[in-house]
């Protein structure tokens, strides 16, 4: 019997959600790096949603200014970022200041929300891991 040719492969192939939201904001912590070094926001800000909202302590602010400017706040000392709880549009990013020898200083979490391939929420509350009580993600 003869050999039948395998069929074309597709040229999109479908992602899972999560995937393409890690991949907006794996993309936006790269720009926000880069930024840090060349002062060039745009990239980084053209991945925010035009009505962005930063939650922090004080409160809220609308719109992608407010982020820049909290961003830039953060940046003034070298960081690293760790995404470490991606879940349903919800992502957990811990940022360090980086020590001059080497070694990760004391972390913080940030949140982000991707919708619809924008960041469209980020929550700074000031919390450093330890001090997060999440029941859902323990074990039993």
Wanted: charged share 25%; hydrophobic share 40%.
């Amino acid at each position: 019997m003869p050999k039948l040719p395998a069929p074309p492969m597709p040229r999109y192939v479908p992602r899972a959600v999560q995937t393409r939201e890690m991949d907006v904001l794996a993309t936006f912590l790269r720009a926000l790096d880069r930024a840090y070094d060349t002062w060039e926001y745009a990239p980084a800000e053209a991945l925010l949603a035009p009505d962005v909202v930063l939650r922090t302590r004080a409160g809220e602010t609308t719109g992608a200014d407010a982020i820049v400017r909290h961003m830039k706040a953060l940046g003034q000392r070298p960081l690293r970022f760790t995404i470490v709880a991606p879940k349903g549009g919800q992502t957990t990013v811990n940022i360090a200041e980086l020590m001059p020898d080497g070694r990760r200083g004391p972390e913080r979490e940030l949140i982000f929300h991707v919708r619809h391939d924008k960041v469209s929420q980020i929550t700074d509350l000031g919390r450093t891991p330890d001090m997060v009580y999440r029941p859902q993600s323990q074990p039993n």
